[in-house]
């Protein structure tokens, strides 16, 4: 079972700021190719690791939080680790390359 919260401006501090565990962030949007290939990886993934809190960022939607991250392209993973931005990704992995991404950020 996938465990996703959407993300907008009233809930990107609680839900991924000021969370007690790392956070991926998927920036996405329903145009994108590459997004819709990395949302099911994304989706499988939230269900296996729960030391990590998944969340996704529509950018049409929420172009506020795009923008302050610098968000160029999409799909764009951060895992946010205290509140901070601790890793980055551009472009879609495939699950064990998101594994290995998010583990390595999280520590």
Known sequence: MAYITEINSDNFESEVLKSDRPVLVD???PWCGPCRMVGPVVE???GEM???RFCKVNVDEVAEI???YGIMSIPTLI?????EPA??????LGKEELRQFIENAAK
Do not use: C, R, T, Y
């Not at 890793?87 to 879609?92: D, K, L, P, R, Y």
């Open 87 to 92: 890793a980055q990704q551009v472009g879609a």
């Open 27 to 29: 920036f996405w949007a």
């Open 44 to 46: 499988e993934l939230s």
């Open 66 to 68: 795009a923008a302050k």
């Open 79 to 83: 895992v946010f680790k205290n509140g």
């Open 50 to 52: 729960n030391d990590v």
